[in-house]
């Protein structure tokens, strides 16, 4: 007899998924994940070590303590926020929505002009690249965002995009689109990546990137390890940010933890190479103490804090997805992703993705995205420096969706086998199998 397994919650399209598994794209990501993997691990002790277990436990506390905190008091902050950053001479706008994000940006940046930007998820979920094709040329400034653009792939990890692609593959992207030979060598390819990336940022005017935290006391926070964020914030004249209401928090202290912590959780090092702290457009006083601005740094810095959903997402008792700081650590650990990646999630991956999909976007967005492939494990949540019960945010939303009659044919058959004969598999005659079996 052949039996096809549904897996009850997290029922999957058999052929499509089959489609994914098998595909070459998938099949090489698990090879170069599994590396990638052990590689992070090996870091991550070396922090563990660094850093000392009693105080990676005191950082997890007060880490999450103060997101809680935050979250709670968010308009408070926000008000307080956009007040000292606005007297200390950053453009301060609101947008309701992504749409609302794009238009401001339009407003901001000419058409025509070149933008080098840096990795950021909040620009990915803006859409803003695939908004502005034909109106603007966009440099992606991150190595890994760069190399999955060359190789014509999406990035697989929220850290490191790049994470799927081997060597040979890129420097095959590299001889095609720009016509140089460079050896399949990681320490090759960065150096020619950083030599190409560096004439695009010295000729561009316009900049633009996401940010790791923003303290209400008056500082952006955006780290780094490559170097280009901290080129791309200074050499254009103009330095245009966009981060969700999420990312404000009281203090630079609490902007400094969060970045900290991305730094230990998201690549197992103990501290990132580079902190941005941005309170103002550059300027000197150096000539009679008049304050003049854009010295060697931006002339002008704009900010455009993000709602998209994230103010629904509270009201309707998901304010535990807002503590996330987007690490990534999360996806290390998830049985799902790890076998299908970025095909788990939208413009954030995993549990923790479909969560903020079901607010930023809408319920049947966060179906078509895997709302239901999570098996509600946890061990999301045993490896996120918040201890954020992903899981559990994920049968919050499921809730919802089932309300709004969105859910799996395996489900509603369930539930009718249910209540119609007690059990999820139908009516079963003694010593036979039922021809489908589900589980989770």
Known sequence: MKLKFKYGFCFIKIMKMNEILISERI???????????????????????????EKLKEMKEKLKEMKKYSIKNLEQ?????????????????????????????????PKGELIVKAKSNV?????????????????????????????????????????????????KAIKKKFGVDVKPKAEKIVE??????????????????????????????????????SLITRMPENHVIVAGIEKIVPS??????????????????????????ISSPSKTADIKKEIVKGAQGAKEVYLILLDNGRKKAIEDGLEEALYCINCGSC???????????????????????????????????????????????????????????????VKKVREKAVKNKIETEANKKMMENVKKVGNPFGEIKEGEIPKELYCC
């Open 192 to 229: 020619w990546v950083k030599n190409h990336l560096r004439e695009k940022i010295l000729e561009a005017k316009f900049s633009l990137t996401g940010a790791n935290a923003i303290s209400a006391d008056g500082n952006v926070a955006i780290l780094e390890n490559e170097g280009n964020i």
């Open 331 to 393: 996806l290390y650990f998830c049985p799902v992703y790890r076998q299908i990646f970025d095909n788990y999630g939208f413009h954030y991956l995993s549990g923790i993705g479909v969560t903020k999909t079901s607010f930023m976007n809408d319920l049947p967005k966060a179906f078509e995205k895997g709302l239901y492939y999570c098996t509600t494990c946890k061990a999301c949540k045993q490896n996120c420096p918040l201890e954020i019960d992903i899981a559990e945010l």
């Open 123 to 171: 620009l990915n979920e803006i859409e803003i690249v695939e908004n502005f094709k034909g109106r603007n040329e966009f440099v992606e400034t991150d190595c890994g965002d760069f190399l999955v653009e060359i190789c014509e792939e999406k990035g697989t990890h929220p850290v490191t995009p790049a994470i799927h692609l081997s060597e040979e593959k890129i420097v």
């Open 27 to 53: 099949v090489q990501a698990k090879a170069s994940f599994e590396n990638s993997f052990q590689n992070y691990l090996k870091n991550f002790d070396s922090a563990k070590s660094i850093v000392g277990e």
């Open 77 to 109: 902050l926000k008000e307080k926020a956009v007040k000292n950053l606005k007297e200390q001479g950053i453009k301060v706008f609101e947008a309701k929505n992504a749409e609302e994000a794009r238009k401001m940006i339009e407003k901001i940046i």
């Open 252 to 277: 630079i202290e609490d902007a400094l933890l969060v970045c900290r912590a991305s730094a230990i959780w998201g690549t197992g090092a103990s501290w990132p190479a580079y902190i941005n702290l």
